[in-house]
């Protein structure tokens, strides 16, 4: 159940990476239900960003057009993941003489369109958001009127604004020959590389400036245009609107696949497996662990990682028949854990497996490990002797190579080293370190989760393969990194919702 909880979790991670993406070729009524309008904006086979209607006073105005579906821009401060493109044909109409006052594309944490924000605000920010990071708005302005206290070079001029009005870095059209308020289609791309921002109007390249936005912008921004008209006037139009944004690793996640279709599909058998083990051992449960044994003892046998085997026997005598006097850690077990005998499936069951005779989270957590690795290396966990090195079990082959500091040539050759070394790589020492022999230094799934998902870093492993002692010693408190253990310390009788 708990894998089954894990795999939707990463599915969840896995279409949020996939990104955001639209293409309104025209605009037509039942569009609407995509968008975000304020008050004043409206759709009438174009977004109107600031109205037209029959002949009502469109002075003082401002509006804004959002797409209702946030686009994920960034996994967090400082780090900005998401490339977007955009395509757009805007119209502004002048209704006075000179029009006023212009259109932006905007990216923005707020959907609603700021009070007083018409005029030379453009829809953008007010007086009081103005300048402020609290106003998290990256535009991109199509200025059609010079305002009096603003630094505008002219009336004609496409500008980037961070959180103000003032723009970064202004160019005027007129010297490439483009008139905004002409009333005539211009085709504007925007895009955005991770590092730079350009703007292009009918292929003319207009600017390009390196730009981080995620140190500007939450992590979820909403994308669309704001407008604003003052005593001068104009219709502020776009009339068609196509919308790319992907995650920078190029569409869905491709890793990201390769890993989570397998490890639904061995979820499931393990689960499957499980269901059925579970059955049987309503039977009997000596005779069980008889039948069992074939198995379980191949297993010890061809593996190293079990320095001793006992016989349930000895294990009885050593332990005064499992008597609750003798067993080690809490003596309370509320948890699902303790219920379950062995029941697994041979080359995904920790060392301490047959010594504990019961499941734990840390077992779990070495079988997920044991999981990713045969899923990144396209290998079976067990023994298969006609792989080069590739002995006993993945786990001491990952780790061999990961002492020689090769550890992503393990990756599936399926793959064709079409991927990211770094993410291999990070996936391939997390498997290992919930493969580590000692269950006290397995990393928690919350850990996992927030590596798996680019938030934390891999846990440091040792180069060595430590061995199996056991009983384990926790590690000493001088030597934990709380970001790395997690909560895999906190006591057993805590852990039950894990
Ligand atoms: C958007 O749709 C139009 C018409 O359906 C099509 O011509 C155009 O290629 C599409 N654009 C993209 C980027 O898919
Ligand atoms: C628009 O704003 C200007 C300046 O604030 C003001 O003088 C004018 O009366 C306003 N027009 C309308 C119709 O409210
Ligand atoms: C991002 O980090 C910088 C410095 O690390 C900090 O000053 C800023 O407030 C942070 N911004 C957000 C939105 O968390
Ligand atoms: C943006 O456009 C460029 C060039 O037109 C293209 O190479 C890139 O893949 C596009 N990116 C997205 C996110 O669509
Ligand atoms: C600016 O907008 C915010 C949010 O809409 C509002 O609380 C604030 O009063 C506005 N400032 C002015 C000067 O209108
Ligand atoms: C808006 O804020 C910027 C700082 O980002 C400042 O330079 C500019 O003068 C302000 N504009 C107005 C009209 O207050
Ligand atoms: C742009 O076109 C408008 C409307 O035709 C005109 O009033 C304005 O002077 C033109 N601006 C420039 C910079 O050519
Ligand atoms: C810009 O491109 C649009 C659409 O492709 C076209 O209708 C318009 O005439 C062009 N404008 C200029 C000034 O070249
Ligand atoms: C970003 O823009 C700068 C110029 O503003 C340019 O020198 C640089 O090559 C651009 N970088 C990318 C990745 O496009």
């Given at each position: 159940m708990r894998l089954?909880?894990?795999?939707?979790?990463?599915s969840q991670a896995l279409f949020k990476a996939i990104g955001l993406e639209f293409n309104f070729s025209s605009f037509q009524k039942e569009d609407i239900k995509y968008l975000i309008l304020s008050e004043d904006s409206y759709l009438v086979n174009a977004i109107q960003v600031t109205r037209d209607t029959n002949g009502a006073p469109i002075e003082n105005l401002s509006g804004r057009?959002?797409?209702?579906?946030?686009?994920?821009?960034?996994?967090?401060?400082g780090s900005t993941m998401a490339t977007f493109n955009t395509t757009f044909l805007v119209n502004i109409k002048p209704q006075t003489s000179p029009g006023g006052e212009g259109l932006a594309f905007i990216i923005t944490g707020d959907s609603a369109l700021p009070e007083n924000s018409q005029g030379k605000w453009l829809g953008i920010v007010n007086e009081t958001s103005?300048?402020?990071?609290?106003?998290?708005?990256?535009?991109v302005e199509f200025d059609t009127r010079k305002s009096d206290d603003t630094d505008d070079v002219d009336d004609n001029h496409v500008g980037l604004n961070i959180n103000s009005i003032h723009s970064t870095n202004q160019v005027s059209l007129t010297r490439y020959g483009f008139n905004i308020s002409a009333g005539v289609d211009l085709r504007v791309f925007v895009g955005y590389n991770g590092n730079n921002l350009?703007?292009?109007?009918?292929?003319?390249?207009i600017l390009s400036e390196p730009l981080d936005l995620s140190t500007h912008l939450p992590e979820e921004v909403y994308v669309g245009f704001s407008a604003s008209t003052s005593t001068y006037t104009e219709l502020n139009c776009v009339k068609s609107w196509q919308f790319s944004g992907i995650d920078i690793g190029g569409g869905p996640n491709l890793l990201w696949v390769w890993i989570m279709v397998p490890v639904a599909s061995v979820t499931l058998l393990i689960i499957l497996i499980s269901v059925l083990l579970y059955h049987r051992m309503r039977a009997p449960v000596d005779e069980d662990l008889e039948g069992g044994r074939g198995n379980i003892e191949d297993q010890i046998t061809l593996s190293n990682l079990a320095?001793?085997?006992?016989r349930l026997k000895e294990l009885k005598q050593a332990t005064g028949d499992f008597s609750p006097k003798n067993k080690l850690g809490k003596e309370k077990e509320k948890t699902h854990h303790s219920t379950v005998e062995i029941a697994g499936t041979p080359g995904y069951m920790a060392p301490e497996t047959f010594l504990v005779s019961r499941a734990t989270v840390e077992?779990?957590?070495?079988?997920?490990?044991?999981?990713?690795?045969?899923?990144?290396?396209?290998?079976k966990p067990g023994n298969q002797s006609e792989q080069n090195n590739?002995?006993?079990?993945?786990?001491?082959?990952?780790?061999?190579?990961y002492r020689k500091g090769r550890i992503t040539d393990a990756a599936d050759l399926k793959m064709d080293g079409k991927f990211e070394e770094k993410e291999v790589e990070c996936v391939l020492i997390l498997g290992l370190a919930c493969c580590h022999p000692n269950p006290?230094?397995?990393?928690?799934?919350?850990?996992?989760l927030q590596v798996l998902s680019g938030e934390a870093e891999p846990p440091q492993i040792p180069h060595e393969r430590p061995s199996f002692v056991w009983p384990a010693m926790p590690p000493s408190f001088s030597k934990i990194d709380d970001s790395l253990t997690g909560s895999q310390l906190t006591p057993f009788t805590e852990l039950t919702g894990r």
């Open positions: 089954l909880i894990l795999a939707v979790f990463l057009a959002l797409y209702k579906k946030p686009f994920r821009l960034s996994k967090g401060n103005n300048g402020s990071s609290q106003a998290r708005v990256v535009a350009t703007v292009s109007v009918n292929e003319t390249l320095p001793n085997k006992f077992t779990d957590v070495y079988s997920f490990g044991v999981l990713t690795l045969e899923v990144v290396c396209g290998r590739y002995n006993n079990s993945i786990v001491n082959w990952l780790w061999e190579l006290h230094y397995r990393p928690s799934m919350k850990t996992v």
